[in-house]
């Protein structure tokens, strides 16, 4: 169990939330460590764990696994914005839970529009791919700095000369005909990532023999860096969502993503600008200072890799470390909490929505 940053996580299952008066009551259960986690139930636990924590205290919460809220508590949570996001072991988000949202009719429906507008789907989508493009090919550039190995330090080279390509390529495209360019975006993503992952294992200094990657797999997660960023990709989501959502806007329709059923396709679209520069990076850094190790990862038959208990409660409180760390906005030439930055590029694309400014301007830090 953790608090960190206004967000409770909680990632034993069989926890239990409570309500008296103002106040979360958290009970979460104490197993055996010798306990199978199939058999961790209410009655196998040998001890309890209680915490009480003012419902001002919090923005959100995550539940990792089968932990119940009572109805009283999610009433509280209700009552005052803070939003219940429940997610499977791995980090899969299911389903969110909030109160009747204070939001903006008009932005929303200037948010509607712009997604049944193939050409203004298709610049905003530009945007976030060039951005994307932009942070990936710094971290490649960083990495091939301080990579030691001449011919590893090529590859690097190469591969992020291919990304400065693609970003070319993107600014290249005709905006009053961008309408029929969304297929050639996508391509765009799409070779640019496998540029990106093709020299991934490069970036790594240390154990890369445990966390080999040879290609991006999801649902499962078939090796460990894979489980490693698909965990970390879920807690970005959540932030997302919670900055999409405070701005007004509508998390599950998007520009980039195709919409389906269940699937935040605009969290999805706001956590490409994020993804090298905060999870990938961390995740680098982590393995790279051994703070996460084969020993916080488990292989369930079929060949799907999981974080083992420990390892996600490692990972949560890395990740909530970063977010605590401060850095400038090139937009606003302001310095905030990296916590913040979902939040204000939320508001970015809401300005951009509402016709303030002529473009939605992605994160690219400096």
Same mark, same amino acid.
């Given at each position: 169990?953790n608090?960190q940053q206004?967000?409770?996580y909680?990632?034993?299952?069989?926890? +239990?939330v409570?309500?008296?008066?103002?106040?979360?009551?958290v009970?979460?259960?104490? +197993?055996?460590?010798d306990?199978?986690?199939?058999?961790?139930?209410?009655?196998?636990?040998?001890?309890?764990r209680?915490?009480?924590i003012?419902?001002?205290?919090?923005?959100?919460?995550?539940?990792?696994?089968? @932990?119940?809220? @009572?109805?009283?508590?999610?009433?509280?949570?209700?009552?005052?914005?803070?939003?219940?996001?429940f997610?499977?072991?791995?980090? +899969?988000?299911?389903a969110?839970?909030?109160g009747v949202?204070d939001t903006?009719v008009?932005?929303?429906r200037?948010?509607?529009?712009?997604?049944?507008?193939?050409?203004?789907?298709?610049?905003?989508? %530009?945007?976030?791919?060039?951005?994307?493009l932009?942070?990936?090919?710094?971290?490649?550039l960083?990495?091939?700095?301080?990579?030691?190995n001449?011919?590893e330090?090529? /590859?690097?080279?190469?591969?992020?000369?291919?990304?400065? %390509?693609q970003i !070319? /390529? &993107?600014e290249a495209?005709?905006? @009053?005909?961008?309408?029929?360019?969304?297929?050639e975006?996508?391509?765009?993503?799409g070779?640019?990532?496998?540029?990106y992952?093709?020299?991934?294992?490069?970036?790594l200094?240390?154990?890369?023999?445990?966390?080999?990657f040879?290609? !991006?797999?999801?649902?499962p997660?078939?090796?460990?860096?894979?489980?490693?960023?698909?965990?970390? +990709?879920?807690?970005?989501?959540h932030?997302?969502?919670?900055?999409?959502?405070?701005?007004? &806007?509508?998390?599950?329709?998007?520009?980039l993503?195709?919409?389906?059923?269940n699937?935040? @396709?605009?969290?999805?679209?706001?956590?490409?600008e994020?993804?090298?520069?905060?999870?990938?990076r961390l995740?680098?850094?982590?393995?790279?200072?051994?703070?996460?190790g084969p020993?916080h990862?488990?292989? %369930?038959?079929?060949?799907?890799?999981?974080?083992?208990?420990?390892?996600?409660?490692?990972?949560?409180?890395?990740y909530?470390e970063r977010k605590?760390?401060?850095?400038?906005?090139?937009?606003?030439?302001?310095?905030l909490?990296i916590a913040?930055?979902?939040y204000?590029?939320a508001?970015?694309?809401?300005?951009?929505?509402?016709?303030?400014?002529?473009?939605y301007?992605?994160?690219?830090?400096?």
């Open positions: 169990m608090i206004n967000t409770l909680l990632t034993t299952a069989g926890s +239990y409570g309500r008296d008066h103002l106040t979360l009551q009970e979460v259960p104490v +197993y055996p460590p306990l199978p986690p199939e058999k961790r139930t209410h009655e196998a636990a040998v001890d309890w209680r915490l009480s003012p419902i001002h205290h919090l923005e959100s919460i995550c539940v990792f696994g089968a @932990s119940t809220i @009572s109805p009283p508590a999610l009433d509280l949570c209700w009552e005052h914005g803070v939003a219940v996001n997610l499977s072991e791995n980090g +899969y988000f299911m969110r839970m909030t949202a903006s008009m932005l929303r200037a948010q509607f529009r712009a997604a049944d507008d193939p050409a203004k789907c298709a610049a905003i989508a %530009r945007q976030i791919i060039a951005g994307k932009q942070n990936a090919r710094t971290s490649l960083r990495a091939a700095r301080e990579n030691g001449d011919a330090s090529q /590859r690097l080279q190469e591969a992020t000369d291919s990304l400065a %390509r !070319r /390529r &993107l495209l005709e905006i @009053s005909s961008l309408r029929s360019h969304m297929d975006i996508r391509g765009a993503e070779m640019a990532g496998q540029t992952f093709s020299v991934f294992t490069l970036m200094k240390q154990q890369r023999d445990a966390f080999a040879t290609t !991006r797999t999801r649902r997660p078939r090796d460990r860096i894979n489980c490693l960023l698909s965990f970390l +990709y879920a807690l970005l989501r932030d997302c969502i919670a900055a999409l959502t405070a701005a007004g &806007l509508d998390p599950f329709v998007g520009f993503h195709a919409d389906r059923p699937r935040p @396709s605009l969290a999805l679209d706001l956590m490409e994020f993804r090298p520069w905060l999870a990938d995740a680098i850094t982590l393995i790279n200072r051994q703070q996460i020993e990862f488990k292989q %369930r038959e079929g060949g799907a890799v999981e974080l083992t208990e420990t390892g996600r409660k490692l990972v949560i409180k890395a909530q605590q760390e401060s850095l400038t906005h090139p937009l606003l030439d302001q310095t909490r913040q930055m979902p204000v590029q508001r970015v694309l809401a300005r951009h929505l509402r016709s303030d400014v002529p473009d301007v992605p994160l690219v830090p400096r």
